[in-house]
């Protein structure tokens, strides 16, 4: 019998699991005019086709701005051995999140380094949105 009862409940436990699961939704943002987006259509994912959007709609700053931002924030050694990727990242991260949640996103980073890149980052977004 008690073998039976924690089945039932391993049962239960599943069900309730896969219906929290399938309540998900999964955001997918088409980033190539020509990719075949509709593919991806299925239940539970949201597909946000890819628009033309003006330069400054945006926020990733050419390489060169880039390591510029982590050399005056004293970064440039920490994310030495980053991909691109990832210090795109950091650089939209810095961007979009308080300092208190890019600190937790980046524990490994100098918190005062992080809080300078957001200054920088901020001031040059605010430099771009000027010329533009």
């Known amino acids: 019998m008690r073998g039976l009862s924690i ?4 049962v239960i436990l599943f069900s309730a699991g896969s219906a929290l699961a399938s309540e998900e939704v999964f955001e997918i943002q088409q980033l190539d ?14 597909i946000h086709k890819w628009k033309a959007t003006k330069r400054a709609d945006s926020f990733l700053p050419s ?4 390591y510029e931002l982590f050399r005056r924030s004293q970064l440039s050694e920490d994310v030495a051995n ?9 650089i939209l991260d810095a961007w979009n999140l308080d300092e208190t ?12 380094k992080l809080k300078q890149l ?7 977004r605010k430099q771009r949105s000027n010329n533009e």
Request: net charge positive; proline share 8%; no cysteine.
């Open 7 to 10: 089945i039932i409940i391993l």
């Open 33 to 46: 005019p020509n990719f075949p987006i509709q593919k991806l259509q299925t239940p539970g994912v949201r």
């Open 63 to 66: 390489r060169s701005k880039k």
């Open 82 to 90: 980053w991909d691109t990727y990832q210090k795109d990242s950091l």
């Open 101 to 112: 949640d890019l600190q937790k996103t980046y524990p490994q980073l100098n918190k005062e």
């Open 118 to 124: 957001q200054i920088n980052v901020l001031k040059a």
